[in-house]
């Protein structure tokens, strides 16, 4: 086992869905799409080693093991905890002794799965928290000591590059720039990208902005006793998020055209989307690939706003985890269709990991192409 970084670019270019447009909005019953988010080249090698990918971010511990499979892959472990590493970080800039015990808690049990699936090449990150905690450094310390994961703290641009990478594939068939954002736990990202064809989309345009989903609750405080209270918050943090994405927003007005397209990767939009279908509990076949009416993640934002926190647990698919973040992540949502008004948003449950996992079995292919024409020029000159 091993944590590579993959190179900028990927030239594996997975297949585009057959379906398009609104393949599968509101209640459908179409069955969900497989699991199509990393797929490696043709020329991969016939060994079908196993691959990891382990995302730390501000809210959660993800990992993903997977098995290159033809032109797909296949899933063979995962494992998510809420770990909530950022929490208390926008006030004292430093991750809490707590917070760090949780995530390293979260990251050994992804050591010992990592062993005993005999991972053949592993990429293990962390995001913004540990970006912007002053004892950042000694965090990832700590964790490559008790745990032997070397985390690497990548930048906004590298974490916009892979969420592309990772989810791109369930963005809607049309012309012209679409938007791919995600909403984490201390950041968001949007990405303006220009696809043609089957091909990983460019990127012409990014910005971060350092308000997720738990940095904005904390800087926006948790006063929600009233009704007048709790609409006043939320109108601060679209304020906020609105401000911050301004410079942006002005520079991918031009790029707008009749038939924007959109698709959001987070807890937001797959919780959102999960009440939109009103769904008893959680489905990823349900919600990854789904297309919903902007219109109905607006209303159902608005509506979760203008509940007391207690309100919001008592929902399914919210519950005592998300009930109270799940505000802060609506009024970013509303913020982004603010900048970009599209009338349908794809959700994908996906993003990180899998750009991770497209990332190293694209390199891993190349590197044994490469030795095979190596042996066999070697060969050629005996």
């Known amino acids: 086992m091993a944590d590579m970084t993959p190179p900028e670019s990927s030239r594996a270019a997975p297949r585009k869905p057959r379906a398009s447009g609104n393949r599968r909005e509101g209640r459908s019953s179409a069955p969900a799409p497989r699991d199509r988010s990393a797929a490696p080249p043709r020329n991969a090698p016939l060994q079908r080693n196993s691959y990891a990918a382990i995302d730390l971010g501000t809210n959660n511990c993800r990992l993903l093991i997977a098995r290159p499979s033809g032109e ?56 913004e928290a540990c970006r912007r905690a002053s004892n950042g450094a000694e965090f990832i310390e700590r964790v490559r000591r008790e745990t032997g994961i070397a985390l690497n703290v990548i930048s906004a641009g590298e974490e916009a590059r892979l969420a592309v990478l990772g989810c791109h594939i369930l963005l809607e068939d049309g012309e012209g720039p679409a938007v791919i954002f995600d909403i984490g736990g201390g950041s968001t990202e949007l990405v303006l990208i220009e696809q043609r064809g089957g091909a990983v989309p460019s990127i012409v345009d990014w910005q971060s902005v350092p308000w997720g989903v738990v940095s904005l609750t904390e800087t926006c405080g948790h006063d929600e006793a009233t009704p007048a209270s709790r609409a006043a ?150």
């Open 72 to 127: 797909n892959f296949t899933v063979i472990d995962a494992f998510s905890r809420v770990v909530r590493l950022g929490e208390g970080l926008a006030q004292t800039g430093r991750l809490s002794d707590e917070a760090m015990d949780r995530a390293v808690g979260a990251l050994k049990i992804c050591a010992d799965k990592l062993k005993r699936r005999n991972v053949h090449l592993a990429r293990s990150v962390a995001t």
């Open 233 to 382: 918050r939320y109108a601060e943090m679209r304020r906020r998020v609105a401000e911050s994405f301004a410079g942006f927003a002005e520079r991918i007005a031009p790029a707008q055209t009749p038939d924007l397209r959109l698709l959001g990767t987070s807890g937001t939009v797959t919780t959102l989307a999960s009440v939109h279908l009103d769904l008893p509990q959680y489905d990823r076949r349900a919600v990854d690939g789904l297309i919903v009416p902007a219109a109905s993640m607006r209303a159902i934002s608005a509506s979760l706003s203008t509940k007391s926190p207690e309100e919001r647990r008592q929902l399914p698919c919210i519950g005592n985890e998300r009930a109270d973040l799940v505000v802060a992540g609506c009024a970013i949502l509303e913020a982004i269709l603010d900048i970009w008004p599209a009338e349908r948003l794809g959700v994908a449950d996906r993003g990180i990991r899998e750009g991770i996992l497209r990332s190293l079995m694209s390199a891993d292919s190349d590197g044994e192409t490469a030795r095979a024409a190596l042996r066999q020029t070697r060969r050629a000159e005996r």
